[in-house]
């Protein structure tokens, strides 16, 4: 039960990665604040969170992270019923495709304004409390983010510029014993690349050719990061800060030759 007494902040707990994490950390013990748009899912992550977990209580907060009130609130909320902030998990994230020619700037502000810049305004929300509870954040970023692929130039841009503020907050806030690390995952099965605008013909044989671009030959599973994450948030992590861990079946070590 490495996360009773630990409230935990989790984005994006609507779907994916988020919502593996949201289930995985009620199963430990984590006093739990869920966060997404779309409430009937968000509404059944949480079910699933009850039933993981040992009757602590659940706070589910609807809204558009981009919106600043809807940040405030979410931040706001969660220190209003449990009264403390643990640990801050930033999930929530969309995927698009293009390259410098195709992608235009509307496109780039929407990667960028809940990717990077939501990221940074609930992390500023939450540090105060972070501080008081000498917690944690963990960033969700991808593999995007510590190696280069065509077609994808913001959203990678924008991952990498999650990693380097994961090592810049190491670093301000190590004074403060509150640590900052991120994970990298490679494909990970869940809804992203389709929202991002692959139809299911095109997503199956992605998933496919995920077969030969992760060197452990298979996309990962939304459990297989949520453990990652769970132990980066955990004092078993204790002297681990300003880290990217890949969780990517050995992609980002692989080189083409
Ligand atoms: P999903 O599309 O399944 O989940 C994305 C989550 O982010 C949803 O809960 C969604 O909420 C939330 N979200 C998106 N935009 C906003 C917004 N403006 N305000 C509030 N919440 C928002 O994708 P994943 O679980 O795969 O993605 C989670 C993270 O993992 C992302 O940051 C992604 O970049 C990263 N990642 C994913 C990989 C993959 O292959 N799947 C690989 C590497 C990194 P709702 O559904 O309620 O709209």
């Given at each position: 039960m490495a996360f009773s007494s630990k409230v935990v902040l989790v984005t994006?707990?609507?779907?994916g990665i988020g919502a593996a994490t949201a289930r995985l950390l009620a199963g430990r013990g984590a006093t739990l604040a869920l966060a997404g748009r779309r409430a009937d899912n968000l509404q059944r992550v949480a079910s699933e969170c009850a039933e993981a977990g040992r009757g602590q209580p659940l706070l589910t907060i609807t809204g558009d992270l981009t919106r600043e009130p809807d940040a405030e609130r979410l931040v706001e909320q969660s220190v209003q019923k449990y009264g403390r902030l643990d640990v801050l998990v930033n999930c929530a994230g969309i995927l698009e495709l293009g390259s410098v020619e195709t992608t235009s700037l509307q496109q780039y502000d929407r990667l960028m304004g809940i990717n990077v810049r939501a990221v940074y305004h609930l992390t500023m929300l939450a540090v105060p409390h972070l501080v008081a509870a000498q917690g944690n954040i963990v960033n969700v970023s991808s593999v995007n983010g510590i190696r280069a692929f065509p077609n994808l130039l913001a959203y990678n841009m924008s991952k990498a510029a999650l990693d380097h503020m994961t090592r810049c907050l190491a670093l301000e806030l190590a004074p403060h014993q509150v640590r900052v690390n991120a994970v990298n995952p490679g494909v990970t099965v869940t809804e992203l690349q389709k929202r991002g605008g692959l139809d299911e013909a095109a997503y199956e044989q992605f998933l496919e050719r995920s077969r030969t671009t992760h060197a452990l030959g298979r996309p990962g599973q939304p459990d297989e990061v949520a453990a990652a994450i769970a132990f980066l948030a955990s004092d078993e992590a204790a002297f681990i800060t300003g880290a990217s861990l890949p969780v990517d079946g050995g992609r980002h070590a692989m080189c083409p030759r």
């Amino acid at each position: 039960m490495a996360f009773s007494s630990k409230v935990v902040l989790v984005t994006g707990a609507s779907s994916g990665i988020g919502a593996a994490t949201a289930r995985l950390l009620a199963g430990r013990g984590a006093t739990l604040a869920l966060a997404g748009r779309r409430a009937d899912n968000l509404q059944r992550v949480a079910s699933e969170c009850a039933e993981a977990g040992r009757g602590q209580p659940l706070l589910t907060i609807t809204g558009d992270l981009t919106r600043e009130p809807d940040a405030e609130r979410l931040v706001e909320q969660s220190v209003q019923k449990y009264g403390r902030l643990d640990v801050l998990v930033n999930c929530a994230g969309i995927l698009e495709l293009g390259s410098v020619e195709t992608t235009s700037l509307q496109q780039y502000d929407r990667l960028m304004g809940i990717n990077v810049r939501a990221v940074y305004h609930l992390t500023m929300l939450a540090v105060p409390h972070l501080v008081a509870a000498q917690g944690n954040i963990v960033n969700v970023s991808s593999v995007n983010g510590i190696r280069a692929f065509p077609n994808l130039l913001a959203y990678n841009m924008s991952k990498a510029a999650l990693d380097h503020m994961t090592r810049c907050l190491a670093l301000e806030l190590a004074p403060h014993q509150v640590r900052v690390n991120a994970v990298n995952p490679g494909v990970t099965v869940t809804e992203l690349q389709k929202r991002g605008g692959l139809d299911e013909a095109a997503y199956e044989q992605f998933l496919e050719r995920s077969r030969t671009t992760h060197a452990l030959g298979r996309p990962g599973q939304p459990d297989e990061v949520a453990a990652a994450i769970a132990f980066l948030a955990s004092d078993e992590a204790a002297f681990i800060t300003g880290a990217s861990l890949p969780v990517d079946g050995g992609r980002h070590a692989m080189c083409p030759r």
